[in-house]
């Protein structure tokens, strides 16, 4: 017999996955332990080896049930009778038949009689952030997304069935595409070229002529999982006897050491201009006459060693280069990204979320933060902050004010007394463990208490024990 | 005895109040009856005739429970639980003592425990759109801007014992206080000079040296109303032993007869310009060496008919200002500022908004709208529309995919055919009966129940009887 | 025989006209002289009351150098050769043959080379502002745009024999065609409609069949002149013998009464809404069921009342118009379009541009400004400044620092200490008669002396006498 | 004796230097030629290996009237007297007393008696942009911007006997001091940090607290030149019985090899994303939790392996970099910056500039430019062009249309048929040669003979003959 409050005993699905992900004590675990499930039975390290970013990998499962609670026609049913859902800002009616790939986007509100009138007469329906309409998505994304360290996001297809709602392309995100009812026929196909390996940007629509044999073909079925990496052309349609609902899980756009690049040769050069007399001597008066286009075949001397010094001053911006600097950057751009965290209810029941300052019977109730040096605290995630040194000052990113639709609000940051910085570098490596507020690198007891406080009405701090017995 | 059914059986307060509304077929009624209400027991006619714009109004009831349901500090505590009231956005916490004025706002989200300590050390909470997290005020500002034709909007204020939160000043809206919990101490002020009697602009942050002796002083208690027009300068504070919520109903900011010759003025120049020639003749070539600031005062029989000439042409504009289509200007202005209506179980029943197109067991069901020759219908609400002429076209501007956030959305209107104005107009003039699709002015059947498909999508219009008998 | 220093002696032509001009004492005088030259010997008298803003005049001469000195093609030859002319921005190479309007500018410098082998094939030459080009153009315009009391400008047109440069059309423009070499066959037709009389704006190209019969066909020879009021369409083309050359003056573009209008009444409203409460007062709340134009045909005492109401409005508008402020925008706009003055030589010799400081042996010269009480000045001209009470304060603005091309300088204007208003408008009215400094009604002589340097300094004042003596 | 017609005949200062430069074939050899003029008798071999960018070079003359002719006092007076020059964009007034630097620019044109009056009251005038102003600083630097390869700007200075204009400070370019007038007493520092050698930007005005001792204190007298580096802290000051104007020659400002780089590193990593897909590769999952400010004192494998992996693909980056494309960038802007050329009287007769098509006796003379087969043709100067490849097409980017006014002119380019590129870059590699036009590498003789007359009429090219005899 099973243990009593197994993982049987929580029931399967999402649901019971992300309860099992709550009893972690560590965000990075649970992350890790999603991406697990999602992989299942093939291990992250043989995924890591053998396909991420190389090949597609199709994960049969013949249990209809894997994805339970996740996502559905039915919560999709339920958002459009919501109101909040327009056509164009968060669902696309597509066509695609004989060649032609159509859009059909009214404008307004998707209301259920319309968006289901299209859906009979064969038409597809993309619901483009499902975060915003599922706390389910939402909170299965914000823990993935720690995971990746890049941006997850997601999109929910339905498709009625004999039909295909999108013409073949590539696009420029690592897919895990997760069937969640029916059924989808779908053919993959290689990179055509090397430059078509791992894209920057997506393809246009294809035309079938341009494509060649697929690689791989498959019918999706409901539990099933189908991962491909970008710069794989794909094509997806149903079967005369059943719809499909899948929700494509992205990530890792704009995610590349190209992309790190970008940052970081800027800083580098403005790094060695500063430090390094050589980049701020004067070009040679007369180059302008040998090099140029024009001059490329022409042999010089002069040319060789304007090269030569071109070259080795790139090959010197090594020891410039900033490259912590560069990947808080990034950081901070990934945390602007970011779903904000959900919570768990004990997380919320210690944070301030939960907090039971209130009002009742006529006036506030249990207002007072009482965080004194015994206090023990720790971070509510590991992954909801960073430390960026700007030109400002000493910053503090945080995701905990993020929204669920995308960049809708703006990077949300904290201007640091620099020498509170030793105690939030101090949280994040005692993270998962608790610390007492005593034990934090602060000059004084007042200055350790402030920031504790300071903290955990952001957010961004719980404490082990609730801080008032309601 | 009363009779079951009547007004005493759905109970008092908001709730009951807005029940008996819903029975009223017409939405110019039910606007109506709510102003009623809300000056009960004074009548609109007296209040029309003696205060409105002219006089401050105090309406005691000594019934604490006449504004019950409309809203409530717990209501604002729920708010700032659900995590969406942003400091500065939504929510200011403000103070006034001995004569400073402050705001406090931190940054970012409003959690309760944050919030609360600010009340508690003596702060005012000022919730800039209650209708945003209140359903309940919503309803109730929709269905009053039908009978203002000017945006209704509110704003709600919690102060703690013995403090005030602002300053003396005055506004630009006719304010209408309904005190909801608790106590405030208010003291109105006359206009101090002709310009300041309904004056355009509110007003800075007065001195108490600024002001003379109060035209009015008194204590609001629950369920009384305070009235005051715009230029009325006022101040509240709370006595030592109780809280006050209120909430500030307002109307009417830059509503004036000037606001509409601000219109009407440069269309009705344009006009003059193309249709009389006297407009577009020759300034006199010796104009600049007589008229002036620094000629004023000389006497030249050529300055006297040169003012006459602009006089006279100042008089003749009156030949060529439209002023129907300027009202109908102002009023697209207003659909724009109009909160979306909220509907009753009823409308809702026989709208699209309740029209049972859904996903079940795996399919959609009941898609079909099937509207005939013989389906009768009407406007949902007379207000919700506007037909307007324009250079582009016959724009039909509606509010039902308005926000409840202020101009959130940008104005929302549909082109229409000009063979379709007659229609239209026709379900205007027709309301709140219905017709029958059949009887609609249109050429041919099918244009009849094209156009009635169309408005019954956007939620424009309703059917007597459900559509489909779910 | 004729008188010593009478016209004779002066010789013929715009060099003798200017010379005759320049002993005239009063700006305002020689901007009536020039008009009147222009027009002779037609009187402008008879012009004004029976051709201006009505019907065309043609003014045969028989003389063909009254324009002598004016423009000639060899001056065009010499800009060119300058290297200052650019295609498109002041040069533009036209052709109109066979119904077909073209313009043929390439890009950049127009070089004689190029210029003449357009002219060469067929194609007319249209210089566009060749007072930048020209000082006697400049000259000319500067003195006549004080007359016109609006901005006088340019363009000078080149046409080959046997050609036609431009698509018939007409004008926002009065305009004065002065045929300075060859000879030009013209046809003039009048406006179509009551709405193309002295239009707003220029037509587009017209086809010869939009055309009916000319009211007036004419060749203009060389020192004829044809005036045209705007809305006249014209067109004219070459004789097969002969090339053309002549320039229109232009002038009464946007300087209508509804022009003024257009300033005044944004003033006037603004006006009557700070001073009159009727207009702050709000509008009905029930106006927009009866007004608008879907209720215009309706009949219904409300609308009455409320159309009656709204033109009372308008007709009392009349009582706030501020009609001498709205004339000193204007003017204001006007010395902003103006050309600045060119001075005579006596002018320059008494004025600041002609004072001696200078660098000399090393060192400087004559540097000293010494005005004293007994200096005695006048303005240079009557039409170069106009004060301006503005929100910032009393503002001067002037025409002295203006550019040849039309807006390159910012408006120019000085703030002036209010209680130097008097002064100004002294010197303003005593114009143009000398007044010595003594007799400025300042307070004391350091003022009078200050404001006298200062406008000295700026170009604006000249003396009886040079204040050095070289 | 000296040879008749030798460099004595011609007369010294720098008309004769332009009548010798004037008669060398090649525009380089006359740029290298003024140069070898402006540091006589140092050679520019032992400048450029001892002083350019390394240390301040004095070069006492003993000869006051070696620049006469370039620029003097009496030139100043002159633009002032054009009414040309305005306070502020032309002319500032400058003065740095008791540790004070102030500027006094009124608003306005700069006319002589206020300017001079400031200067006898000990203010210093700076005059911006003296090639505006004066045609032989314009050739003088027209012509030796060729040789630096880098704008060559100016700015006169003319300081008052016993005064200071300017505080101490440093600057961003290489300053040639050419004593024109009088005497100026320098102090020249060297910069104080490693740092401020060959700084990118301009120091702050600095305080004689802030120097130590000066590196070179010297009185330069009329026909002495001062050079010194950019970083290198000066000051000027005049004797009590002598004023000082001098001109500024400046060059190389943002013309360093870092400044390449800027052009450079994008355009290498834009080529190795295409190119490489290990640019495109995904960053590793979990970099964010090793990388980073906070981490980088962390031992671990990871952080070796991700900082090796970024340190070779910026070495690797070397492969990709495409150095003649940034050089033609670059190229671009400097022939942005250039002033325009000024022809001499020879190429002007064979140039488009000086083709003799005119207008004469009533009609166009000598329009036609008959190139041949036979015309022997070359560049007008070899710095005047270049082409680059663009997205748009190949473009041929030229100075002739720049204006005197730094920028004045947006950059000038034509766009090339791809088939002419040859010929271009066969006209360059012939430069100073002449070829016939039938030697062009086109394909037909029609193509060859449209090219040279494009270019002719563009300015670019000169014929070896006049094209007509006049």
């Not at 958002?79 to 066509?95: I, K, P, Q």
């Not at 595409?177 to 920057?200: C, D, F, M, N």
């Not at 190209?258 to 007369?286: H, I, K, S, T, W």
Request: charged share 25%; hydrophobic share 40%; with cysteine.
């Amino acid at each position: 017999g099973k243990r009593p409050g197994g993982p049987a005993a929580e029931g399967g699905g999402v649901a019971g996955l992300l309860r099992r992900l709550g009893r972690l004590e560590d965000s990075r675990e649970r992350a890790a332990e999603l991406f697990r499930w999602l992989l299942a039975p093939v291990s992250p390290r043989e995924f890591a080896a053998r396909r991420w970013e190389r090949a597609p990998l199709l994960v049969r499962r013949g249990e209809p049930g894997y994805y339970a609670g996740l996502f559905s026609t039915a919560e999709l049913d339920a958002a459009l009778r919501s109101g909040e859902v327009h056509f164009g800002a968060h669902l696309d009616v597509t066509s695609y038949a004989e060649g032609v790939r159509e859009t059909h986007n009214p404008a307004g509100r998707a209301l259920p009689a319309v968006a289901w009138d299209f859906y009979q007469n064969g038409c597809s329906l993309r619901l483009l952030c499902p975060q915003a309409f599922s706390a389910t998505v939402w909170q299965f994304l914000s823990i993935l997304q720690e995971h990746f360290g890049s941006m997850a996001g997601a999109n929910a297809y339905l498709t009625p069935p004999g039909t295909q709602g999108f013409a073949p392309h590539y696009d420029d995100i690592e897919a895990f595409v997760l069937q969640l009812e029916g059924k989808k026929h779908w053919r993959i196909y290689s990179p055509r070229t090397e430059a078509e390996v791992l894209p920057q940007f997506s393809s246009a629509n294809l035309t079938q002529a341009e494509l060649g044999e697929p690689m791989l073909e498959v019918v999706l079925e409901a539990g099933d999982l189908l991962y491909f990496p970008r710069g794989f052309i794909h094509q997806g349609d149903t079967l005369p006897d059943a719809h499909s609902l899948h929700i494509t899980v992205s990530s890792y756009q704009r995610n590349s050491w190209g992309d790190l690049l970008e940052n970081l040769l800027p800083a580098a050069l403005q790094m060695a201009l500063e430090e390094d007399v050589e980049y701020r001597q004067g070009l040679p008066m007369d180059y302008l006459g040998y090099m140029g286009v024009a001059h490329s075949d022409v042999v010089d001397a002069r040319r060789t060693a304007f090269v030569e010094k071109v070259q080795n001053l790139i090959k010197k911006l090594i020891d410039y280069a900033p490259i912590d600097a560069a990947v808080d950057q990034r950081a901070k751009s990934f945390l602007h990204d970011c779903l904000p965290p959900v919570l768990t209810q004990s997380e919320k029941a210690l944070s301030v979320y939960g907090f039971p300052a209130r009002w009742q019977d006529g006036g506030t109730r249990d207002v007072d933060i009482l965080i004194t040096k015994d206090t023990e605290v720790r971070l509510l995630h590991y992954g909801i902050i960073r430390l960026c040194n700007e030109e400002a000052g000493v910053m503090l990113y945080y995701t905990t004010e993020n929204s669920r639709v995308y960049h809708k609000e703006e990077p949300k940051s904290l201007e640091i007394d620099p020498e509170y910085t030793d105690s939030i570098e101090f949280l994040l490596s005692s993270y998962p463990n608790h610390v007492s507020v005593d034990t934090f690198p602060c000059e004084t007891l007042e200055d350790k208490i402030s920031l504790a406080t300071f903290l955990f009405e952001k957010g961004i701090l719980t404490t082990r024990k609730p801080l008032v017995q309601v």
